[in-house]
């Protein structure tokens, strides 16, 4: 939504420097993880996934690292570009009930990109 | 997403009238999803479908129901709009449930004066 950026935590970046986004996720039984970027008026869109039993996935110029230790996720894009700019915001995947998954969504981080 | 369509895109409506959101998806996927977000809050879960005319609650339900009738259609109902439901509304649709990653829609902004 146009709002969604109000009251999150912001990084702001040069053109062609590397961004590294954080997560911190709540629940250590949780065992998949998925990073969104949700840029202005449009919906989420599926970035990059990792499973709990990796530590660390590459994509285009997108690398998510998992560290199940600390419960943390981070997000790292090589030579940030202008269309990288959006609010990004990470996911993980909790079990209930011994069978019914849920989805629960952080409240993400505007990313600005400075040319 | 070509495969997923929300409508209509836009809405004001006034305090204490009955609205209804459609989700269109073209993908055949088993499970569909209504999330809000709001500022501060993130998605947030309302309900969602597992199949035709299988659906439950999320965490925030109240005040909302929805209906299943075919696997490409998931409404979303506010019985009787209150200004609280003013946000944005994200339908998802995911061929494997909640072990993957979900395609979202592009949102429907909905006003409550």
């Known amino acids: 939504g146009e709002n969604v950026g109000l009251h999150l935590p912001t990084l702001s970046v040069q053109e062609g420097d590397n961004s590294i986004i954080n997560c911190a996720y709540s629940?250590?039984?949780?065992?998949?993880f998925i990073w969104y970027k949700q840029e202005s008026g449009k919906g989420p869109q599926f970035i990059i996934d990792?499973?709990?039993?990796?530590d660390k996935r590459q994509g285009q110029r997108v690398t998510v690292l998992l560290n199940k230790t600390v419960k943390h996720l981070s997000l790292q894009i090589a030579a940030t570009q202008p269309g990288d700019s959006a609010v990004y915001f990470c996911?993980?995947?909790?079990?209930?009930?011994?069978?019914?998954?849920?989805?629960?969504f952080g409240k993400g981080t505007l990313l600005t990109v400075n040319p | 997403d070509a495969g997923i369509t929300q409508s209509p895109r836009h809405k004001v409506t006034e305090t204490g009238t009955p609205v209804t959101l459609r989700c269109h998806q073209t993908?055949?996927?088993?499970?569909m999803y209504w999330y809000r977000q709001d500022p501060g809050h993130g998605l947030r879960l309302i309900h969602y479908s597992y199949g035709v005319k299988d659906t439950d609650k999320g965490e925030v339900s109240d005040g909302y129901s929805v209906s299943r009738s075919k696997t490409e259609d998931f409404l979303l109902t506010l019985e009787s709009a209150t200004s609280s439901q003013t946000s944005v509304y994200f339908c998802?649709?995911?061929?494997?449930?909640?072990?993957?990653?979900?395609?979202f829609g592009s949102g429907t902004r909905l006003t409550v004066v």
């Open positions: 629940n250590s039984a949780s065992d998949y």
């Open positions: 990792i499973r709990s039993n990796m």
């Open positions: 996911a993980e995947n909790i079990m209930e009930g011994g069978s019914n998954y849920k989805l629960t």
């Open positions: 993908e055949n996927h088993r499970y």
């Open positions: 998802a649709i995911s061929p494997h449930g909640q072990r993957n990653g979900y395609t």
